[in-house]
């Protein structure tokens, strides 16, 4: 037997939703064969497997959440020289014949598995083999569990029977008995978020003091897993007090509906860049009259190619031509060893509106193409992402975000920064106002744009020098020639 575990699925992926098993008990599967699609908090994808053999056994159905190792399904792998189901079950006489000459072994069946026990695939199983007999391929497995039926043993029943120490048993639940707690210690319980009545008082007949609470709540932390660590420092973050919603149903109807996995994880994400990141925001519109000519002028060209010449697409070559000028926006920040990673590539993300949540799907050597090349990348990303075709590499990598609201309205808004990366363009809707040039007032359309960054990387200085490029060569796009 082997068992398929979810394989790894992408940078910073830890999981997803099942949407489909695409196999069921009994079905014969092959290598590279897809058994599975997950929707993770990036894309919808299909998982291939790497085993081989009848499967006996599923672990997951449609709705559940699995993790990156987990057990999605057991097979039962055939022996490299034995025959398929088919071949055998055609000739039952050379197979009754085979049985005979071949008796089944007595001892290895009954032989009890050691608890806990697993070997991989490339070990040999220990102990010595018999002489002329060759060492079976060992897959990671179960332990077999005994029999209901079986007594323990006295060794284990004494075990049982001995008290725990006092530190790691729970404290006894006595229905409709307040635990013994003066009301400042329980309020200090509730505003760290911990179960009054799971901590273990210290004092007389198990009062609880307040440095029992925070014990408990020291404990509680320590065997939390994958601790996230202070900007820094190895020292663990510390934890916020999670306050419990009142009771909405006391004032009406309401309705619960779980988050899905993509908008799970963007909470997740943007909950770490805000609270991790020290943001900055600063604000400047850019003259796009000459620029709207020219995209009017062009946009059939483009659209004949299969693009769409947006503002957006024009804005990926302005940005990646941007950041070869200023290199600390094509950055990120390696807090443990208080680096900072300046990447050589210009890939650039462009945030798309979803019915399932916002996708960054990324343009690749943004820098090396021409803005009807972009223009083509970005529609056909914007598609993929819409209709849940995108790929998880096709949203990995990027190096710094547009992400463009005119198509809604609004004037500026404060986006937060995609970490890893340093920086992101915020774009709202172009407005017409009247501006004073050559001695007169002119009617000009102007964009909105908002730019967020990392303030330990990027200076105010060189953010505000960064956007007025950004402006410069939108309004003379002949700048974009001479630099890029």
Do not use: C
């Amino acid at each position: 037997m082997a068992e398929f575990k979810v394989p790894e699925l992408g940078e910073n992926v830890a999981g997803g939703d099942v949407t489909s098993v695409l196999v069921k008990v009994g079905d014969t599967i092959a290598v590279d064969q897809n058994v599975l699609e997950l929707e993770t908090d990036k894309a919808t994808v299909e998982v291939p497997s790497s085993v081989a053999g009848r499967v006996t056994d599923i672990k997951v159905k449609p709705g559940d959440k699995v993790q990156v190792g987990s057990v999605v399904l057991v097979v039962e792998e055939r022996a490299s020289g034995e025959s398929s189901p088919k071949a055998q079950s055609s000739n039952p006489k050379a197979q009754q014949d085979a049985k005979a000459e071949s008796p089944e072994p007595k001892a290895k069946e009954s032989e009890p598995a050691e608890s806990g026990a697993e070997e991989s695939e490339a070990e040999e199983p220990k102990g010595e083999e018999p002489k002329g007999k060759k060492p079976e391929k060992v897959v990671s497995m179960p332990a077999r569990q005994a029999p209901e039926s079986k007594k323990p043993s006295p060794r284990a029943e004494a075990a049982e029977a001995q008290p725990k120490p006092r530190s790691q048993s729970p404290k006894p639940k006595n229905e409709g008995v307040a635990a013994p707690a003066a009301p400042s210690v329980r309020r200090l319980a509730r505003e760290i978020g911990v179960n009054i009545d799971e901590v273990q008082g210290s004092g007389p007949q198990g009062r609880i003091s307040e440095e029992d609470v925070k014990e408990h709540a020291r404990r509680m932390l320590s065997s939390m897993p994958s601790t996230p660590l202070a900007p820094g420092t190895g020292r663990a973050a510390p934890e916020r007090p999670v306050m419990p919603l009142p009771d909405f149903s006391r004032w009406g109807e309401i309705e619960r509906q779980p988050m899905s996995s993509i908008r799970r994880t963007t909470s997740e994400r943007l909950s770490h860049a805000w609270t991790t990141i020290p943001h900055v925001t600063q604000f400047d519109k850019a003259d796009i009259t000459g620029l709207e000519e020219l995209r009017k002028k062009y946009r059939e060209q483009v659209s004949a190619a299969g693009g769409n010449l947006t503002v957006t697409a024009m804005l990926v070559k302005v940005i990646a031509t941007a950041v070869k000028q200023f290199p600390q926006f094509n950055a990120s920040l390696d807090t443990q060893s208080n680096d900072i990673i300046y990447k050589k590539y210009v890939n650039v993300g462009v945030a798309v509106d979803t019915d399932r949540g916002l996708l960054v799907p990324v343009v690749r050597n943004a820098d090396q193409k021409n803005i009807t090349d972009i223009a083509i990348g970005v529609h056909q990303l914007a598609e993929k992402a819409r209709n849940r075709k995108l790929t998880l590499e096709e949203m990995s990598g990027g190096g710094i975000t547009i992400s463009n609201l005119g198509g809604i309205g609004g004037t500026y808004f404060t986006p937060i920064v995609n970490w890893p990366e340093v920086a992101i363009l915020g774009v709202s809707r172009g407005i017409v106002e009247s501006v004073w040039r050559h001695d007169t007032f002119e009617p000009r359309q102007l964009l909105p744009l908002s730019l967020s960054y990392d303030h330990r990387v990027i200076d105010g200085a060189d953010a505000m020098r960064f956007l007025r490029w950004v402006i410069e060569a939108i309004e003379q796009p002949f700048l974009l020639s001479l630099s890029g």
